[in-house]
């Protein structure tokens, strides 16, 4: 990848959990959608949209696809800015966001 630019997805680290969960919480409030009609719409259990929220967990594309739909947003949205979110939070660490090491 030496003149390709690294996708932020590349490595799936604690940051881009974070930031993904971010933009589905946004989200979600900015909607005034609760947890419970959130999770019925997209099929998932209340637990679980909570830790991704956290960022603990890491969902599938066909979850992030699920959401997506349950949040009426494309799925390319939701990723986009999770990356914007992402590269803000690394830009605050070390100030490389396309560092080689893979390191975060």
Known sequence: M??????FLY???????IS???VI????LLQDIKIKELTEKAEISETYLTEVERGAYN???????RLAVA???PLWELLKEAEEEYLALKKAGDGDPDNETGNI
């Open 71 to 73: 949040l009426n947003k």
């Open 59 to 65: 969902p599938s594309l066909k979850t992030m696809a």
């Open 20 to 22: 993904l969960g971010k």
């Open 25 to 28: 919480r946004r989200h979600r």
């Open 11 to 17: 490595e799936f680290s604690d940051e881009i959990r």
């Open 2 to 7: 030496d003149k390709m630019k690294k996708c």
